[in-house]
């Protein structure tokens, strides 16, 4: 009856997995778009959602925060930092910067360990 | 040699039967014991790949083993495990608007007075980072794991769309935002906490 559980003894967060699953949904729904700002709103929640759906469907018992940035080009400068209480064993983050010509993109995922 | 877990119980069964009487002790005793054969059967797991030469095993569970399992059993060895406690809840749980005063205030103290300047600012947003997070730290709701993201964002006329999704317990896992604008940057801080166990 164990053996259906994951182990979470071994449980470490795959940022490649993540990463290759959330370029996959930005550049589905940003590949070929310039900056519109009537769409930027939508834009965002499909990523989002994608994301999370994707990341859900690994299976794993993750908890997931995703959070997503558009931002026109317009030589302006954009800091980001994050600090995190968590425990490192399990848990992990990823970022995901994209851009094209009229626009820049930077996803972040944390995932946080249930412990079951 | 090895020890199969089940031979184990039933030799302990045997033994138990002849010295104890017939009470519940006997389940009570049977319980303990059963505990201490998963305790040795683990035991015997790591313990008998170390052996070469090994004529292969017939319990299923064993057959799986390779070398990354032996490596989580042991590390699963080391690892603290601590007993149930059976709560369910935190004792102090994540006040939004407590923390949202503080975050807010820590921004404007540190961001009224400052002006955008690219070279500064990402050291400016890591120590506000930190300062809220150990801010949030401090006050104290136990059982909680936090993630603060702080953005600074200078003021061109240039449009920007933040939005997060996330997957937890909606019961006890909770976010805070924060805001501070001034005439050459906006910046946001977002906390989020979530419980575990």
């Excluded at chain 1, 939508?42 to 299976?59: D, R, Y």
């Excluded at chain 2, 057959?63 to 060895?77: D, P, Q, V, Y």
């Excluded at chain 2, 406690?85 to 004792?91: D, F, L, Q, R």
């Excluded at chain 2, 104290?140 to 769309?161: E, P, S």
Aim: with cysteine; glycine share 4%.
């Amino acid at each position: 009856m164990e053996e259906f559980h994951p182990h979470n003894d071994e449980m470490t967060f795959n940022a490649e997995e993540a990463h290759n699953i959330v370029k996959e949904c930005i550049e589905g729904i940003l590949g070929k778009v310039d900056y519109n700002h009537n769409k930027v709103n939508q834009w965002t929640a499909t990523i989002v959602e994608q994301s999370l759906t994707h990341l859900v469907k690994l299976g794993k018992t993750y908890k997931y925060i995703v959070t997503c940035a558009v931002m026109q080009k317009c030589g302006a400068g954009l800091h980001t930092a994050s600090s995190c209480f968590w425990d490192t064993t399990t848990d992990g983050t990823c970022t995901v910067r994209w851009e094209n010509r009229t626009m820049n993109c930077i996803v972040n995922v944390f995932a946080i360990a249930v412990v079951l | 040699h090895r020890l199969q877990g089940n031979d184990t119980i039933l030799k302990c069964q045997k033994t138990f039967n002849n010295q104890i009487p017939k009470h519940n002790s006997k389940l009570y005793f049977f319980f303990c014991f059963k505990k201490y054969t998963q305790i040795v059967k683990d035991r015997m797991r790591s313990s008998s790949h170390e052996v070469h030469g090994t004529e292969p095993m017939d319990d299923e569970s064993f057959a799986e083993f390779g070398k990354s399992e032996i490596f989580t059993l042991r590390t699963s060895m080391a690892k603290i495990r601590y007993a149930n406690t059976y709560k369910m809840e935190p004792y102090r749980k994540f006040q939004a608007h407590l923390v949202r005063n503080k975050a807010q205030h820590i921004l404007t103290q540190r961001l009224q007075e400052t002006k955008y300047n690219g070279a500064t600012s990402s050291f400016l947003c890591n120590s506000i980072s930190e300062e809220i997070l150990t801010a949030v730290k401090d006050m104290g709701f136990d059982r909680y794991k936090y993630v603060v993201t702080v953005l600074i964002l200078q003021k061109t006329g240039q449009a920007i769309k933040i939005s997060s999704r996330w997957v937890w317990d909606v019961a006890r896992d909770n976010w805070v935002s924060a805001k501070c604008e001034t005439e050459s940057f906006v910046s946001l801080a977002l906390i989020m906490a979530c419980y575990y166990e």
